[in-house]
């Protein structure tokens, strides 16, 4: 095997020389840079990863973890995280992915196993991962959930603004009747959403029913039992704001599933704005939440936080967008 020795002598450098010039160090002539990757090249040097990483203490490993990947966490999230955070890591890391309610303790979490930590949190128990990681000095980095602590980097889109947003649009759409499926119990997400909701009808004066909250679990299938307990009712609601779009997926499906259309018989819009929702029929109104955006500036944060764990903690707004399509029904009022 060809080591750093073998093209130091080569090149008649230094073997720290040829460390430099291959780890892109500015303290190195251009041209001596030059010469060293022509060698190594012809040598078809391969660097020894492990061998670096013991020096380094570094173990060239991210850590992503979820509350729970099996529960509460929809394909389309899961997904596009991970294609945030693998934008930006590309080949230079190596990525695990854990749900939080699957460890039976934190010992397996540490600085030497893991470089950094991306938690995509949605429930307060994942609190103890976070004190765990601060204590022992792993940087960390939290999305989607904002996090009354001064020392994290935080990053969260607004989740009460959002449902607010998509309230007032079936509000100013002539709908009085509104209802609201809501997302995991006991996930932060959930509580927000519904806040958001209550908070549009509040300020239009139109009054909370309690028939017209009904439980969810951001499953397909949830928005689907959901709607057909809503559909039940006696006066059942000319709107549903679905905390999610796998749920509002879900709602549509009952709804046609009962001899009526969306949107004349039951307006519906989402939250999220998965890629199928714009394939839907009709096409889903709903709430751009950019998870992959999200994902992709947590992991350039938790990359300078390795580099430079002094960073100053901050917490980092991603908006919510309206996305107008074809689910809601203008009433005549």
């Known amino acids: 095997m ?37 060698i190594s090249s012809q040598l078809n040097y391969t660097p020894n990863y492990n061998a670096k990483n013991l020096v380094l203490q570094k173990s060239h490993t991210i850590g992503l973890f979820f509350t729970s990947i099996t529960e509460g966490t929809s394909s389309s999230f899961f997904i596009d995280t991970i294609k945030g955070v ?12 854990r749900g939080i309610d699957s460890l039976k303790d934190f010992s397996s979490i540490s600085l030497q196993r893991y470089d950094g930590i991306i938690l995509m949190s949605q429930s307060d128990k994942d609190n103890a991962l976070i004190y765990h990681a601060l204590e022992r000095k792993i940087p960390i980095v939290v999305l ?9 980097i935080n990053i969260v889109s607004d989740n009460k603004k959002g449902a607010y947003d998509a309230t007032q649009y079936c ?24 806040e958001g909701y209550l908070e549009a009808l509040l300020e ?13 679990d951001y499953t397909i299938r949830s928005g689907y039992l959901a709607m057909q307990k809503l559909l039940s009712l006696s006066q059942r609601p000319t709107a549903v704001f679905c905390s999610n779009d796998d749920m509002a997926i879900g709602a ?45 500036k947590g992991t350039k944060k938790l990359l300078s936080l390795i580099k430079n764990p002094e960073k100053k903690a901050e917490t980092i707004y991603v908006p919510t967008q309206l996305v107008e399509r074809n689910s809601v029904k203008k009433m005549n009022v």
Do not use: C
């Not at 008649?12 to 020389?17: C, G, M, Q, R, Y």
């Not at 989607?144 to 994290?152: A, F």
């Not at 139109?206 to 969810?216: A, F, M, N, W």
């Not at 939250?271 to 109104?285: G, N, R, W």
């Open 2 to 38: 060809v080591t750093i020795k073998d093209i130091a002598k080569l090149a008649n450098v230094s073997h720290t020389t040829v460390s430099r010039a291959l780890n892109n160090s500015p303290f190195i002539k251009e041209d001596t840079k030059k010469r060293i990757l022509e």
């Open 86 to 97: 693998y934008a930006v890591i590309e080949d230079n890391y190596n990525l695990i992915v």
């Open 144 to 152: 989607n959930r904002q996090i009354g602590e001064e020392k994290l």
């Open 171 to 194: 509000i100013k759409h002539g709908h009085r009747h509104i209802a609201i499926i809501e997302g995991k119990e006991g996930f932060r997400s959930t509580q927000e959403r519904k």
């Open 204 to 216: 239009s004066n139109i009054p909370i029913r309690g028939e017209y909250i009904v439980k969810g």
């Open 252 to 296: 549509m499906n009952a709804v046609f599933g009962s001899g009526l259309s969306v949107p004349d018989d039951v307006s519906i819009i989402g939250f999220d704005d998965i890629d199928l929702a714009k394939y839907t029929f009709p096409s889903l109104t709903t709430i751009k939440r950019p998870v992959e955006l999200i994902s992709i």
